[in-house]
């Protein structure tokens, strides 16, 4: 079955330790986002990509970085420099920028000890 | 500033009864706006697309309005069952991106 893919659904990590969170997407789509979730606020974008090799920051992206190597996949790092990094990390993506919905995986929970 | 406002409270309804809910945004014009439903610890799930040249939409005991006038979107859900329990998010696109609101989440009781 088509849809996107995220790993590990759940993730501990010290401070001062970067870590990566994996997102794989099968439908062939062009685009595809990060978005960080946190009690209490909407989803806030991190980074976006609309093609291969190539990616914009988003609203908070700040202490992350990102690559799309190959259409399907685009990791996020969540690097030592990210102040807050304890959330809820959402992938999706869509088949086209801007034309309209998201397609989302099931999150990634990364809680810094 | 630019802002897209939820009701944070949660909504409480009757099972059959029709849940409304309200998107408000300032300072933004979309040209379309979306609703997703989220369950707990899950990612959202796309549920109805309104475009700003539409009044309204419709898709099975949903319905969507879009009033660019008053800058604000009503999402309603007739004949609410226990199943429609979740938090619904609205968003807007601006732009390049697509702008999400905190999401008000709706319990219906049996």
């Known amino acids: 079955d088509g849809g996107i893919t995220q790993s590990p659904k759940y993730l501990f990590r010290k401070e001062g330790q970067n870590v990566t969170l994996s997102c794989e997407q099968n439908l062939n789509h062009d685009a595809m986002y990060w978005y960080r979730q946190d009690p209490g606020q909407g989803l806030r974008l991190i980074y976006y990509s609309q093609i291969v090799n190539d990616f914009q920051k988003g609203d908070i992206a700040e202490g992350y970085s990102v690559s799309r190597e190959k259409k399907e996949s685009f990791p996020l790092t969540v690097t030592s420099a990210q102040k807050n990094p304890t959330a809820f990390y959402l992938c999706a993506s869509s088949p086209g920028h801007s034309t309209g919905e998201l397609f989302f995986g099931e999150g990634s929970r990364l809680t810094v000890l | 500033s630019q802002k897209i406002e939820q009701n944070s409270e949660a909504l409480n309804i009757q099972e059959g009864k029709t849940a409304t809910l309200t998107c408000n945004y300032t300072?933004?014009?979309?040209?379309?706006l979306q609703w997703y439903r989220q369950d707990p610890g899950r990612g959202p799930v796309f549920l109805l697309l309104i475009r700003e040249n539409e009044k309204e939409k419709r898709k099975e005991r949903l319905k969507v309005t879009f009033d660019t006038t008053l800058k604000q979107s009503l999402f309603h859900i007739t004949a609410s069952q226990p199943a429609d329990s979740a938090t619904y998010l609205c968003?807007?696109?601006?732009?390049?991106?697509?702008?999400f609101g905190t999401g008000t989440r709706l319990q219906v009781f049996p």
């Open positions: 968003a807007l696109d601006n732009t390049d991106k697509l702008i």
């Open positions: 300072n933004y014009s979309p040209a379309y």
